[in-house]
């Protein structure tokens, strides 16, 4: 039995960032959004991976304004980010948030 800690080989191509893309997170208002996925983002640019050409789409059914899920979505990565929030990074994330509210199914 081999106790070693495993090496992981991460591949070259992963560490540049994606081409041009749209995000779209449904149940954007809750919990799961605001603790793990916005931080997550967050950590990917800090990282500088992700482009220059992307956009967040927040769905949920709480009814709010792209504006209002803007400033939900900064309290929120000040309050749960796991690194230092440099505010004019965060401002260029931010600039690419929207939000749509609706019921969505089947």
Excluded: C
Excluded at 27 to 49: E, F, M, V
Excluded at 52 to 74: D, H, L, P
């Amino acid at each position: 039995m081999n106790l070693a800690t495993p090496v992981i080989q991460l591949d070259p191509t992963l560490d540049r960032p994606t081409g041009p893309f749209v995000f779209v997170i449904f149940g954007a208002a809750g919990d799961l959004t605001q603790r793990l996925l916005i931080p997550a983002l967050y950590n990917l640019a800090t990282s500088k991976l992700l482009p220059t050409e992307f956009a967040i789409v927040g769905v949920a059914r709480a009814r709010m304004s792209t504006e209002e899920f803007r400033s939900k979505m900064r309290q929120a990565i000040h309050e749960f980010a796991t690194i230092e929030v440099i505010d004019r990074l965060w401002q260029t994330l931010e600039e690419r948030l929207y939000y749509l509210d609706g019921i969505f199914s089947r």
